[in-house]
């Protein structure tokens, strides 16, 4: 049964997993397909996945909830704890209905683009039977909400406030008489040593609990307070660098090459810029006759610098290209480059530059998100998305100001 461009199939065949039943897609369910539309609306079969999905076990979603339930306590508490801290989390029902709304209901362009965009969220994921926690302190006073830390340090001082309250009580050291309106203000004055005039000194007992009191909520609470603030300020959440969700198929002066395109998301110069790279090609194992993935580094060549123009990143299909080596691109006999789904998995990107958090791509195959050359031999393109440029400034007298669309920066069609 199929809706909305997805599938659901029936898998037949069952293997026991470390001491679970878990189900495996049978050599029938391999040949599953999936229709959607590509890149120009044309009603296509996509079967970018069958051979990826013959490469794990797939259990039911009642075999997962039972697997992730039946944890230690603390393994499921600290988990409970990062969601209310709004780390990221593996996905879920929630995730998959959130990136549903974010293209309008389209299931098709939502299952191509948003792997794309949304590396770190598709690489996270729940690790069973580990002995570690789901973040570590760094990372949960680094990337929690920040209603969230200042929840927890309000928590913080309401609690020691109630403690050394109820202590000074206990030793009868207050000279006052405790009421709703002054039971939490009272601690708050202990904590920070300004309690000298409710607060009886002259007792050995007394002194021992104010100079506690003070040691705890100045010595000890002040470093921890400004480390957080230390860590919040220095953390660099900007992903300053701006990348196109499709992967675009050309030609130029009878090389074919693989583009993507790049602008400085602020608009402002970005140094140093680098780029990282690999592709996982679709093998087959004829020894042991499975399929698998195979990794290998593909070199893509960008600028040494960003800024609000857009600049391209491209690998050049030489001879030597593993794409061309391997089948993921083939060429038919007009010189018409065109991608091969039954070779080619996912191609990642990486891009880094001083002053951003980076960037991250995973291009799984989609023909949505994979364009290549039409029937006709039409090259795809990217379109101008930078109206104004400094030569504009140059020409107009400084009357005008150069800027860019990132709306359009994934923009692109068939050069006529």
């Known amino acids: ?4 461009g997805s599938s659901v199939v029936n898998r ?3 293997k026991k997993v470390r001491g679970i039943q878990a189900i495996i897609p049978s050599q029938d369910d391999a040949d599953y397909t999936r229709e959607c539309t590509d890149a120009t609306g044309k009603v296509v079969t996509c079967r970018a996945n069958d051979q990826i999905l013959s490469v794990f076990d797939e259990w039911t979603p009642e075999q997962v909830r039972d697997v992730i339930q039946s944890e230690p306590l603390r393994a499921r508490l600290f988990r409970k704890v990062a969601i209310l801290a709004g780390l990221n989390r593996p996905l879920g029902l929630r995730d998959y209905r959130k990136a549903l709304r974010k293209f309008d209901g389209d299931e098709c362009e939502m299952q191509a683009k948003y792997p794309v965009t949304h590396v770190e969220q598709m690489n996270m994921g729940y690790q069973i039977n580990s002995t570690e926690l789901p973040f570590d302190t760094y990372q949960l006073f680094k990337e929690s909400r920040r209603i969230f830390i200042l929840l927890m340090v309000a928590l913080y001082f309401i609690s020691l406030s109630t403690v050394f309250t109820l202590l000074a009580w206990g030793t009868s050291c207050l000279e006052i008489n405790l009421t709703f309106w002054n039971f939490l203000p009272s601690g708050f004055l202990l904590l920070s040593g300004l309690g000298e005039n409710f607060y009886n000194g002259t007792r050995d007992t007394c002194m021992i609990v104010h100079s506690f009191a003070v040691l705890v909520g100045v010595y000890v609470s002040l ?9 919040r300020l220095l953390d660099n959440k900007a992903s300053l660098i701006a990348c196109t969700d499709v992967i675009l198929l ?3 002066n009878g090389v074919p090459e693989v583009v993507v395109r790049l602008s400085s998301a602020s608009g402002g110069m970005l140094r140093n810029f680098s780029v990282h790279s690999h592709v996982y090609f679709k093998a087959y194992d004829t020894t042991n006759e499975k399929h698998y993935l195979m990794q290998q580094p593909i070199e893509f060549i960008g600028p040494h610098k960003l800024g609000h123009y857009p600049s391209f990143v491209k690998h050049y299909c030489t001879d030597d290209s593993p794409l061309l080596k391997h089948g993921a691109i083939v060429i038919d006999e007009f010189g018409v480059p065109s991608w091969n ?4 998995a996912f191609i990642g990107l990486s891009f880094d ?3 951003s958090k980076g960037c991250d791509r995973i291009f799984g195959y989609h ?11 039409q090259m795809p393109f990217f379109v101008n998305s930078c109206p104004v440029s400094h030569f504009h400034w140059l020409k107009y007298k400084g009357e005008v100001s150069p800027f860019s669309d990132l709306s359009r920066l994934s923009k692109w069609e068939y050069l006529e």
Do not use: H, W
């Not at 049964?1 to 909305?4: D, F, I, K, L, V």
């Not at 470093?223 to 860590?231: D, H, N, Q």
């Open 12 to 14: 037949k065949s069952t």
């Open 250 to 252: 050309t030609v130029r």
């Open 1 to 4: 049964n199929s809706r909305n």
């Open 353 to 355: 530059a001083d002053g």
């Open 341 to 344: 789904p039954e070779k080619l």
């Open 223 to 231: 470093p921890i307070i400004g480390a957080i603030v230390l860590v």
């Open 367 to 377: 023909p949505r998100t994979f364009i290549q050359p039409n029937k006709k031999g």
